[in-house]
DNA sequence: ACCAATGTTTCGTAGCGTGAAACGGAAAGA
DNA sequence: TCTTTCCGTTTCACGCTACGAAACATTGGT
């Protein structure tokens, strides 16, 4: 049961930390202490030390800690010449203009899926898709796409993990990610956020192993049943066309 | 020479292997223990922990770590909808297609910039501007400004540093620095990377302080001193018209 | 086969991180 | 003005925990 990797408390709670400012809105000492349930005097050494290496800052006029500029450092070099998603991002905006909703590229990391590109719709009202941003993979229409065809053993460890809610029967799903391989593409209407809808599209490496999901959403009384249907072939045929653009 | 202030060793160290991995490419756990000078045994422990919070990943190929997308779930809380880069960057644009060239946007990051955004060029030969690239304070045409026009005590803090290249003389440089502010803008030519040449002006907040530096920079044979000179009007009055964007 | 280089595990020690408690300071309320 | 309350900061003794040497495992090169 636990055989824990050998991991260094002191950094894993400095990460904790971190993760925190994932909210979004500047954060005081004691609102951290309490979110990672950690005391405030231990809070505020992490703290003091991210702010020496510039992962954190304090702003100037409220006192509360903010994430600083070393992130962006880091998630620039992420972001590498060879990164495929900026391969991908002109084809992406190509789909944008026919369809004239937003368009996302998700991942699977770990437990969960993440948008590592995106380009927005321009319409006045519109699904937006921060870059970045972490869902679960139980929801949604991008989900669905990357537990279908992911390799068997990696979607037996999902379904089976105690993070996946308890009522979904993992047997049901299973046969629904069947159909989805069936078909080739994925819909959600209304599953994850009310109003929004939502189709996916799997994009393989040339090693023919499973690489993101494309995804096209929008509100749900633009992207109707109906409508996906029809425009399912045009993202089915970009997701194949950007395939062959990575390696 | 006195009191560090108070911070904890294991996490100060875990953030400097972190840091490693800004040169941009993959790392193998020998490479990384030489480079924060710390021995094999405490880097394993310290990237374990790093791979266990999502921080670093390793390639499945090469067996080599890399960052992992929790960085980009970071810089994403980062990218806020009211972070001043994203009001400023069709201004910028503006300016891009006024002159051809890649327009960037620094910031001072304590003893470093940091580029916060960035338009770039069209053309064939044109500088490339990755954003969150850190550069030193002591050299190119948007470190001069950000210096002067910074507050006199930081201004002074910066320059007594320890880190201010010796090369420089503060006496010397402050009375370039004093040409500069009577100017509105400044230029630099072949100084930071041969063959690029820079110019760049100062974009004031709402408070009368300081916010960035607006900069474009190309190659020295199309920024010539007397091309510069010609647009340094066009550069200095976006600039003003990007202060009035922000809060 | 050897050697060299890298990644992983074990283990005893002491140095370090921990959390309770006390301190200081600012803002809110009586 | 004097409380009260809430934050942030500092101190300190205890005992856990992170440390590094060394051994072990694994690979690839010659």
């Not at 993760?19 to 000492?29: I, K, P, S, V, Y």
């Not at 992130?71 to 905006?93: H, K, Y």
């Not at 037996?156 to 993992?170: E, K, M, R, T």
Request: glycine share 6%; proline share 5%; net charge neutral.
């Amino acid at each position: 049961m636990e055989e824990e990797k050998q991991t260094i408390r002191a950094v894993e709670r400095a990460l904790d930390v971190l993760l925190c400012f994932t909210a979004g809105n500047d954060l005081g000492l004691t609102e951290i202490s309490q979110r990672v349930g950690l005391h405030k005097s231990t809070v505020f050494r992490l703290l003091a030390t991210l702010e020496h290496r510039g992962f954190v800052i304090r702003d100037e006029a409220t006192e509360k800690y903010r994430l600083g500029l070393r992130v962006l450092e880091l998630s620039a070099s992420l972001r590498r010449e060879d990164d495929p998603a900026l391969l991908l991002i002109g084809e992406m905006e190509r789909l944008r203009d026919q369809l004239g909703e937003t368009i996302s590229l998700y991942v699977r990391d770990r437990k969960d899926r993440v948008r590592i590109q995106a380009v927005q719709s321009q319409q006045a009202i519109r699904r937006v898709a921060p870059v970045g941003a972490r869902l679960p993979l139980s929801v949604g229409a991008s989900s669905k796409i990357l537990l279908a065809f992911a390799e068997p053993e990696v979607q037996d460890l999902l379904l089976s993990d105690p993070s996946w809610p308890a009522s979904l029967s993992p047997e049901a799903y299973k046969e629904q990610l069947r159909e989805i391989v069936q078909a080739g593409y994925a819909t959600s209407f209304e599953e994850r956020e009310p109003g929004a809808a939502a189709i996916s599209a799997p994009i393989f490496g040339r090693n023919g192993k499973l690489f993101a999901a494309l995804s096209v959403s929008g509100p749900s009384n633009r992207l109707t049943p109906d409508a996906m249907l029809e425009c399912a072939p045009a993202i089915v045929g970009a997701a194949k066309r950007m395939g062959a653009l990575i390696g």
